[in-house]
């Protein structure tokens, strides 16, 4: 047993004291986990975009201090009381949903959205006690998704880890537990196109690129990114993409730009930007009679958008997806394995490294939009 299970350790973490400021490293205190909850060792950490969101807290609601962190890898320190299918010692990767195995959602082949352990943004606790596990000096400190990488430890219900291959590099998947599992997923479990298929990628940041890699791995004969930063154009070939728009150089909407490419429209098209706009391109841009269109990108709660029922009728399918389909505990440790047998290529989505020290730089880069995934070593 680890020595310091059972026991409160104190520990280096990036706090958010407020919204849109650096993060301070500060020492603070991880208490024990309590039934149903593991407390993990973070190894290496990146920066999603939706931490970057939440910490700057615009039209959101405020919620400080606060750790943030959900995509990450790490080594199992203790578990608490209920937990079996996880022990000290093992690699895991921790997930802002999870996976109660219990609920009607987790029974059905068909869903991924537990009904209990589902992404609750504005839940700053624990679920079973409704207490923080972070505290410095006795002054609690929000949690962030159930997941809080930001930390040497954190705290986290057992069901929103996923039980990964101990020879994976954690400084490479652990990129897999949010943004590229969703993109990938939502191409090769949602949209499904067939091997030569022509597919359309809606938005090159990190989820569109995993997209666009799920096509290139699905055999698709043609993967045309659709991007308003043509900077983006160049990198996204590495990910399969063979053609590019930018709707900004035509004078027409680009759903005929694109119908006019493919005779008649593609395959398949996945939606990651959250842009009401973009959502309406690429269901009108798929081809009538067999045409898939997957949204992923999230809109404002009170956004809406209108097409003509004809589209449906003439036999077009809109779909959407929550983190690409996959079940966490079930289906990661199968896109890990998509990754050890080198069928996914996950180094390429790695753009820049920094020291936990160096956090703030991880923020810097996003925000600058230099960075599409930047690892954040806590092994310092």
């Not at 996976?99 to 504005?122: F, G, V």
């Not at 996923?162 to 537990?177: N, Q, T, W």
């Not at 067939?194 to 990190?206: I, M, N, P």
Request: aromatic fraction near 8%.
């Amino acid at each position: 047993m680890s020595p310091t299970a059972g026991r409160v350790i104190t520990c280096k973490a990036a706090v958010a004291w407020e919204a849109g400021k650096p993060l301070v490293i500060e020492e603070v205190e991880v208490a024990p986990p309590q039934a149903t909850e593991v407390r993990v060792k973070i190894k290496f950490t990146a920066l999603c975009h939706t931490d970057l969101h939440f910490w700057e807290a615009k039209g959101e609601s405020p919620l400080f201090p606060r750790i943030f962190g959900h995509e990450a890898a790490g080594i199992v320190e203790s578990v608490g009381e209920g937990v079996t299918e996880l022990k000290e010692g093992d690699h895991v990767l921790p997930v802002f949903t999870g996976e109660c195995k219990d609920c009607a959602h987790c029974k059905s082949e068909e869903s991924n959205m537990c009904d209990i352990l589902r992404i609750n943004t504005e839940r700053g606790v624990m679920l079973s006690d409704g207490n923080a596990r972070f505290s410095k000096k006795g002054t609690p400190i929000y949690h962030f998704l159930g997941t809080s990488t930001f930390s040497e430890y954190t705290v986290v219900h057992s069901g929103c880890l996923a039980k990964i291959d101990p020879y994976a590099p954690l400084d490479k998947v652990c990129v897999l537990s949010c943004g590229i599992s969703t993109g990938l997923g939502a191409t090769l479990n949602v949209a499904r196109p067939k091997k030569g298929s022509t597919v359309a990628v809606f938005g090159l940041g990190a989820v569109g690129l995993a997209a666009a890699e799920g096509a290139r791995i699905a055999g698709a004969s043609r993967i045309i990114g659709v991007d308003l930063i043509p900077s983006r154009f160049e990198e996204a070939k590495k990910f399969g993409v063979t053609e590019f728009v930018n709707p900004k150089d035509y004078d027409k909407p680009v759903q005929e730009v694109i119908a006019e490419m493919t005779n008649g429209g593609v395959d398949r098209s996945i939606e990651c930007t959250g842009n009401i706009g973009c959502m309406i391109s690429a269901f009108e841009c798929v081809h009538d009679g067999w045409g898939v269109a997957v949204l992923v990108g999230v809109p404002h709660k009170d956004d809406s958008f209108k097409t003509k029922p004809i589209n449906i009728l003439n036999e077009r399918t809109l779909k959407g997806t929550f983190f690409g389909n996959y079940k966490p505990r079930t289906d990661l440790p199968k896109v890990v394995d998509l990754y050890m047998k080198k069928k996914l290529e996950v180094e390429k989505f790695i753009t820049h490294r920094v020291p936990f020290s160096e956090i703030n730089k991880a923020f810097d880069c996003m925000v600058k939009g230099q960075s599409i995934r930047c690892i954040i070593s806590l092994e310092e």
